[in-house]
């Protein structure tokens, strides 16, 4: 065994060389595994051996490029130049992969001549995640394996292809026996070289995208197709698409150059920064400052939920999903007879969808049993409450929960604003009560609050964040205030929405300025699809609001046909003549004179005041870090990802341009728009959101 530096090494198997790449925790391809590589093949040349292995240690094959790098001055061999050697192998080189290959791990695998793969490792090209095209030749050798209509399918999706596919697609050559890679591998090197197989070059081959070369319009007929309504905002996807086009027309080394060009582009795009940022934040936002590996995890095998509602049908799916089964209570058989059908037609239409078999669908529905009677409570692991918004209720059913649940059970609230704390106090075991904050529809919606109350204990918190990650969310731990963190940043960006209707703006431009910027809607979209009915009632109305007196015209939302938009029977909105007199009268009322509202103000009015909530939220430690904010964000309301979250697009900004309009729009509307402390401080001493330091949620017992 030599080694040939801190990541790789070199041993020679006979007439079999093998380079392995050992470079925790996934071998991405930083300056050292290219070196790494580069030196290796060298070496490797260097020898008498008939065949060279490319294996990776560890968890899984090359995961990709190292994302971190990205941006920095180069450093060490350019990837270019290791595949190009690579390729000019005179003895078969034979990529031997387990985990995962991605990316440019995937781009280096595509330039050995074989690749043998276990059936458990999966392949893809995710850079489209994260703003990018695959820059590494991925764009030019795919189509050459797999055709440009499957190319740009795979690239543009960015899916993890399981190996057997892989067989199927021609990406991979040969499965290995689980656990037995590295011997499968030399076995196919030894019958390679003994079958005197050709050194496949992938560059070299054409019959795959010389049909795309007669038939032009598949690019058209993508661009166009239902699944590129995702594309909406990004960029990467039709840059890749440029490159399969360029695959398809150009010979090779063209096609490269026009990727490189487009790679480049790319990378240095703000669309690609938000992405990659995003990319580092869902992987920090599990990271809690006081809770540490020793910190205990209690066992979640079975979920209690209480309530067969929307959110209690789409909770309990969750768990389902990933084999916990779940107990609802309801208070009556038909609300669980209602809340069961719901659920059962949402798994009928996944089957439908040919996403799993109607035996699945049973078998799922077989994980969900029902009970009239909290105490089925008492041997199951975690409640989750789940019933409307009301303190009294919530009290009494945590006080029932305190006396029917065993002891170390974690008791959760699925409230979406009321505080933990009192909730809490309901009971005799408050460090075992802590909010689970899940967002609509909760068996689709990514983001899950869990929300820290002033003595629930770390290991409460521990195992809510895991169960959290288990079930598919992405958690983000917050403190108990109003609203917690998403809610109180929507608050603030309603109220203005709501000011600007009142200076004359229509809620179709403000909504369209929203969806623009790359929402799925915009607010008053959001009001009428909710009900603008929510908390009001006939008898208290005082038509002093817009809302209001849309409510008093009957005018509920979609569920009625009227809102702020005229419906038709197909729920599509159109903006409505009554909805636009009503705002003309309130302006004039208040005596703005009527004027045009560009998308670009409307953007400004509704965005700072989520940054200046955001940054009070941090200032008064109620999320951990700016970037768990942008989480709650992105997964929670659909923040478009191609702008990193608030307080990300904030740091883009720059903080003193934030600043400074903050300060203008308080001199011209008062003091709701006053600057958070910590912006003033951050801008004082030259700083980002970015660069705040990561703390614990703040708690009333703690520090
Ligand atoms: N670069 C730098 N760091 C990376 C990385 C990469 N490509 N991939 C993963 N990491 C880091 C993560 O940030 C994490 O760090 P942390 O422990 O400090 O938080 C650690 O590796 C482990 O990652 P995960 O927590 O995600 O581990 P999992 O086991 O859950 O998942 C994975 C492993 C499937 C490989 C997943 O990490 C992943 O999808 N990685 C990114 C793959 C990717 O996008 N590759 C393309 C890169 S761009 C490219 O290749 C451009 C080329 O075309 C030129």
Same mark, same amino acid.
């Given at each position: 065994?030599? &080694? ?33 590589? !580069? ?66 791990? @995937? ?12 059936? /458990? ?166 990271? @809690?400052?006081?809770?540490? =590996?020793? *910190? ?53 239409? /996944?089957?439908?969808? %040919?996403?799993? /078999? ?69 009971? &005799? ?78 809620? !179709? ?8 910027? %790359? ?16 908390? !009001? ?7 002093? *609001? ?8 009957? =005018? ?17 909105? /159109? ?20 004027? &045009? ?59 003193? &341009? ?46």
């Amino acid at each position: 065994m030599t &080694t040939i530096n801190d990541v790789t090494e070199l041993e020679i198997d006979g007439d079999v060389a093998v380079i392995t790449i050992d470079s925790p925790p996934v071998n991405a391809l930083s300056h050292n595994v290219r070196d790494g590589l !580069w030196d290796g093949f060298t070496a490797a040349f260097a020898t008498e051996a008939t065949s060279i292995v490319l294996i990776c240690a560890g968890r899984t094959f090359i995961a990709g490029a190292d994302i971190s790098e990205f941006g920095g001055a180069p450093k060490g061999k350019g990837l270019g130049e290791v595949q190009a050697l690579m390729e000019s192998s005179s003895v078969p080189v034979i990529a031997a992969i387990h985990g995962t290959a991605l990316g440019g791990g @995937l781009e280096v695998a595509l330039c050995a001549h074989y690749r043998i793969a276990v059936p /458990s490792a999966k392949c893809g090209l995710p850079e489209v995640h994260l703003g990018l095209l695959p820059g590494a030749g991925g764009t030019q050798r795919l189509p050459r394996i797999v055709g440009a209509q499957k190319a740009m399918e795979f690239m543009t999706s960015g899916v993890h292809v399981p190996a057997s596919d892989c067989l199927d697609m021609g990406l991979v050559d040969e499965l290995a026996v689980e656990g037995n890679l590295l011997d499968d591998a030399k076995t196919m090197a030894r019958r390679l070289v003994a079958e005197g197989k050709p050194l496949k070059k992938i560059s070299d081959s054409d019959d795959k995208v010389a049909p795309a070369r007669n038939t032009p319009e598949i690019f058209d007929e993508f661009r166009s197709s239902k699944a590129a309504r995702k594309f909406r905002g990004f960029k990467a996807p039709e840059s890749i698409i440029k490159c399969v086009e360029a695959a398809v027309n150009l010979p090779f080394e063209e096609g490269i150059a026009r990727e490189r060009e487009l790679f480049t582009e790319l990378v240095t795009s703000p669309e690609s920064a938000a992405q990659r940022y995003v990319f580092f934040a869902e992987r920090q936002v599990w990271k @809690l400052p006081d809770v540490s =590996r020793d *910190t205990p995890e209690l066992p979640v095998e079975t979920v209690g939920i209480i309530g067969a509602g929307t959110m209690g049908g789409g909770i309990a799916m969750n768990f389902v999903n990933v084999g916990i089964p779940v107990t609802i209570v309801e208070t009556n058989q038909d609300a669980l007879d209602r809340g069961l059908a719901v659920v059962r037609g949402n798994y009928e239409r /996944s089957s439908r969808n %040919g996403r799993f /078999s109607m035996d699945e669908v049973e078998r799922r529905m077989g994980m969900i049993s029902t009970s009239l009677d909290m105490a089925d409570f008492a041997d199951v692991d975690m409640v989750i409450e789940a019933v409307f918004e009301n303190m009294d209720v919530k009290k009494e059913i945590f006080g029932k929960l305190d006396e029917i649940c065993k002891p170390g059970a974690v008791l959760a609230s699925n409230t979406s604003a009321l505080n933990i704390d009192e909730i809490a106090s309901a009971t &005799t075991r408050p460090e075992s009560v802590i909010g689970m904050h899940f967002f609509s529809p909760a068996n689709v919606m990514k983001c899950l609050e869990v929300v820290r109350a002033d003595h629930t204990s770390l290991e409460v918190i521990n195992t809510a964040m895991k169960t959290g990650k288990k079930i598919g969310k992405i958690g983000a731990l917050v403190g108990v205030c109003p609203g917690f963190v998403g809610n109180r940043m929507l608050f603030a960006r309603r109220v203005e929405a709501m000011a600007l209707l009142d200076e004359g703006a229509m809620p !179709w431009d403000v909504d369209k300025a929203l969806y623009d910027f %790359g929402f799925a809607m915009g607010p008053f979209q959001m009001s009428d699809l909710a009900g603008l009915d929510i908390g !009001w009632s006939k008898e208290t109305s005082t038509g002093a *609001t817009i809302r209001e007196r849309l409510c008093e015209l009957d =005018r509920r939302g979609q569920k009625n046909g009227a809102g702020y938009y005229d419906y038709d029977e197909n729920r599509v909105g /159109s903006p409505s003549p009554i909805t636009e007199e009503l705002v003309k009268e309130f302006a004039e009322k208040a005596g703005k004179p009527a004027r &045009t509202f560009t998308a670009d103000e409307i953007v400004e009015r509704l965005v700072l005041p989520m940054i200046n909530e955001g940054a009070k939220i941090l200032e008064e430690r109620k999320a951990i870090r700016a970037s768990d904010i942008d989480m709650i964000w992105i997964n929670g309301y659909n923040w478009p990802v191609y702008r990193g979250g608030p307080m990300f697009h904030a740091d883009q900004m720059g903080l003193d &341009t934030v600043l400074a309009r903050l300060k203008e729009l308080q001199a011209e509307f008062g003091d709701k728009w006053k600057p958070a402390a910590l912006l003033e401080q951050l801008v004082a001493e030259g700083k980002t959101f970015a660069d705040v330091e990561a703390k614990p949620i703040k708690v009333p017992s703690g520090s």
